[in-house]
């Protein structure tokens, strides 16, 4: 029973834990305009399952996360598709081009291959939208679930040496 309980906090506290930490990557997602369509930042989510005696918490977001989080080194091209549509909904018109020719499919076609270009050669910062929540929230998760650790050995402890 004891064992049960013990569970069930860790699984309270990863599931506090969980909601604070998809709060504060979207909050960072906000502060480094990262919203273009919002299902980058809808798609962040958490969940917390135990199975026997280990309890695990996820962070489930798209993919692209990783790039948005670690930023993308210099070298390979990124997919031209990808930055097409990022074109598209952010509305992003070429300076170059006359006003009238600015929103044909092939204007955004040439304005997202430059920037796939752009980024082959430069790469892309890292925001640490999910570095940096982690980092910052850790610890306390660390220390709340080892007082759980540490409160459920005392009484199991005690159990036994009442039992002799």
Known sequence: MAETNTLKLI???????????????????????K??????????????KINGQIVTMSIYALPYIQWVDQGRQPGRMPPVSAILKWVEIRGIRSKRVPEHQQKTPENNEKLAWAFAKSIQKKGIPATGVVAIPWENSKKKAYSDISHVLALANHNATGQMLEDL
């Open 35 to 48: 919203l273009a369509t919002g299902n980058l930042y809808n798609s962040v989510v958490y969940d917390v």
């Open 11 to 33: 699984e309270d506290i990863l599931s506090s834990y969980g909601s604070d930490l998809v709060a504060a990557i979207r909050d960072q997602l906000k502060s480094n305009g």
